[in-house]
């Protein structure tokens, strides 16, 4: 017990708030591509943050009123947070559609990668040898992911373009969110900074949002999995602007990162167990290797500190 009340030191909290973040991105893929199936991506993106904004606005109504001041005038570069984050949605949720959640997953992590490169460059973040290797080896596992599960859609080439030029949009877009808001959650608090970026898209969106679908009768199990989508989306991002007050963005990049493997986890549970919800490509022998680098750069580039 002494050990783990040690080791639980500001860079140690980041990363596990970073963790369960990236747990939560992982089953998130799946639960978007079922969402598919009933809804277009212009309406789970804002169906998304309006539960998430209605959460914020609730809870806080009873624990937290101060903290909705924040809605009488927020911050520029608040407003500007939270058109990141709705591009971000939009790209990664059309890359769900058009190339799957294997592979979204994977280009998605362009942002975690590009965050890093960010953190060295601008925000002077140190680096030693031990992460500057773990920081290639991961993208090295990435480079081989993409690779080998590039080829399993070599028949749906356009279609597949299409959501890799919309998966890197989401990723660009994610890095510039993700610097505006390590500025942010300083002056901030991070579920203040949250509510404005979440409410922000859902006016965004709106005009987009089929609202045919969303009054149709469906079953209450897909509600259920809407709203969980929602509630994702605030614990996901919660626990993710938390991490940057008390970690190195170049380090919480490489956690994040460790979410397609969870991903590909489920995925092969799911064919294991012939669960049939959408068409699951197979995961070549490769792009686990490649999974293996990853999570070997990942443990390398977050750092063990020596005691």
Same mark, same amino acid.
């Given at each position: 017990?002494?050990?783990?009340?040690?080791?639980?030191?500001?860079q140690t909290k980041g990363v596990l708030l970073a963790a369960t973040t990236?747990?939560?991105?992982?089953?998130?893929?799946?639960?978007?591509?079922?969402?598919?199936?009933?809804?277009?991506?212009?309406?789970?993106?804002?169906?998304?943050?309006?539960?998430?904004?209605?959460?914020?606005?609730?809870?806080?109504?009873?624990?937290?009123?101060?903290?909705?001041?924040?809605?009488?005038?927020p911050p520029r570069l608040m407003l500007l947070a939270g058109l990141f984050?709705?591009?971000?949605?939009?790209?990664?949720?059309?890359?769900?559609?058009?190339?799957?959640?294997?592979?979204?997953?994977?280009?998605?992590?362009?942002?975690?990668?590009?965050?890093?490169?960010?953190?060295?460059?601008?925000?002077?973040?140190?680096?030693?040898?031990?992460?500057?290797?773990? =920081?290639?080896?991961?993208?090295?596992?990435?480079?081989?992911?993409? =690779?080998?599960?590039?080829?399993?859609?070599?028949?749906?080439?356009?279609?597949?373009?299409?959501?890799?030029?919309?998966?890197?949009?989401?990723?660009?877009?994610?890095?510039?969110?993700?610097?505006?808001?390590?500025?942010?959650?300083?002056?901030?608090?991070?579920?203040?900074?949250?509510?404005?970026?979440?409410?922000?898209?859902?006016?965004? =969106?709106?005009?987009?949002?089929?609202?045919?679908?969303?009054?149709?009768?469906?079953?209450?199990?897909?509600?259920l999995l809407m709203i969980a989508l929602g509630i994702n989306t605030v614990?996901?991002?919660?626990?993710?602007?938390?991490?940057?007050?008390?970690?190195?963005?170049?380090?919480?990049?490489?956690?994040?990162?460790?979410?397609?493997?969870?991903?590909?986890?489920?995925?092969?549970?799911?064919?294991?167990?012939?669960?049939?919800?959408?068409?699951?490509?197979?995961?070549?022998?490769?792009?686990?290797?490649?999974?293996?680098?990853?999570?070997?750069?990942?443990?390398?580039?977050?750092?063990?500190?020596?005691?």
């Amino acid at each position: 017990m002494y050990i783990i009340v040690i080791s639980m030191n500001n860079q140690t909290k980041g990363v596990l708030l970073a963790a369960t973040t990236a747990l939560l991105w992982g089953m998130l893929a799946i639960g978007l591509k079922v969402s598919l199936n009933y809804f277009d991506s212009y309406t789970v993106v804002w169906f998304r943050f309006f539960i998430a904004t209605v959460s914020l606005i609730s809870i806080f109504s009873i624990k937290k009123p101060s903290f909705l001041n924040v809605l009488k005038k927020p911050p520029r570069l608040m407003l500007l947070a939270g058109l990141f984050l709705g591009f971000n949605y939009i790209g990664y949720m059309q890359g769900i559609k058009l190339a799957g959640p294997a592979a979204t997953q994977i280009i998605i992590q362009t942002g975690p990668i590009v965050l890093g490169l960010v953190g060295f460059i601008i925000f002077k973040e140190k680096i030693n040898l031990i992460r500057g290797i773990g =920081f290639l080896i991961a993208a090295l596992g990435f480079s081989v992911f993409y =690779f080998y599960q590039i080829s399993e859609f070599g028949t749906e080439k356009t279609e597949f373009t299409k959501g890799v030029a919309w998966i890197l949009f989401g990723a660009l877009s994610w890095v510039s969110y993700a610097v505006t808001n390590k500025k942010l959650v300083t002056q901030w608090h991070p579920q203040q900074v949250n509510l404005i970026v979440f409410a922000l898209p859902v006016i965004l =969106f709106l005009p987009m949002a089929d609202f045919s679908a969303l009054t149709s009768n469906h079953e209450w199990w897909i509600w259920l999995l809407m709203i969980a989508l929602g509630i994702n989306t605030v614990v996901a991002y919660g626990t993710l602007a938390a991490s940057f007050k008390y970690a190195e963005a170049n380090r919480i990049s490489i956690v994040i990162t460790l979410n397609p493997i969870i991903t590909f986890i489920f995925l092969e549970i799911m064919m294991t167990m012939n669960v049939q919800w959408f068409e699951i490509k197979p995961v070549p022998t490769m792009a686990f290797a490649g999974a293996a680098l990853v999570l070997l750069g990942a443990i390398l580039a977050v750092g063990i500190k020596r005691r």
